[in-house]
C-alpha cells in the first residue's frame, strides 16, 4: 500500500514508518524538520511541509491508500494543537479525494469497560483531571472526524511505554479493554497498521491495551 504518516518524528509515528516499511509499503513520512528524523529505506520518502497550511500537504496525500496520524500533544501547554493539525490533515485528504484516516486518541474518551475495578476507575478519573485539557483537544478531534467525510478510525491507548513492539494486545471497538493499563507505541503503531483493511473499524473509536 501507499501510506502517508504524520507525526512521523514522534514516538508512534516514527514506529508506524518503521514497521510499514518493515512490511514492505510505500511510506510518505511528513516531517516539519528532516533533520530531526533518521529512519531510511527504499521505499521511504520524507516531505518536509508546514502542518498547518492543508494546502502544503495535498502533495504528501495525494494517491494515497491510507493516512495515519501520529499527531498529538505531548504536554499539557500543547493543549489544542492535535484537533488543530488534524484539521489540517483532513482538507489536504479531502482536497485529493483520499479516504481512509487512522488517528492517535486516549483511552480516557472512551468508556469505562463493565467490571472495571475500582482502583481502575479513580486512576481514569485523575489522569482526566490533570489532562483535562489534552482530552478536550482529542474530543474536538474525534467530533470533527465523525463530521468529515473520512472513513476515519481512532485508536485509543492507555498509558504509553517504550517497550518493543509484541503484537499482543487486546482491542475493543466503542470501547476499552477491561483492566488495560499500558500500550507500547510500538504496539499502538503496529494495531494501527492492521486496522488499515479492517471495515469494523471505520467511523469508529477502538481501545487498544495489553
Known sequence: ???????????????????ALAAGHDVTAVVRDPARFAVTGERLEVYRADLTDPAALRGAVAGKDAVLSGLGARSRADAGVTAKLTR???????????????????????????GEPLLGKAITA?????????????????????????????VRPPKLTNAPVTGRYRTVVDGNPRGGRSLARADVAHAMLAMIDDPATVGRGVGVAY
Request: no cysteine; net charge negative.
Open 1 to 19: 500500500m501507499k501510506l502517508t504518516v504524520f507525526g512521523a518524528t514522534g514516538g508512534i509515528g516514527r514506529e508506524i514508518v518503521r514497521q
Open 88 to 114: 489540517s490533515v483532513v482538507a489536504a485528504m479531502d482536497a485529493e479525494s483520499v479516504r481512509r484516516l487512522l488517528v492517535v486518541s486516549a483511552s480516557p474518551l472512551g468508556p469505562v469497560p463493565d
Open 126 to 154: 485523575i489522569v482526566g483531571s490533570v489532562l483535562k485539557d489534552v482530552y478536550a483537544d482529542l474530543r474536538v478531534m474525534e467530533a470533527e472526524l465523525a463530521a468529515s467525510a473520512t472513513d476515519w478510525t481512532s
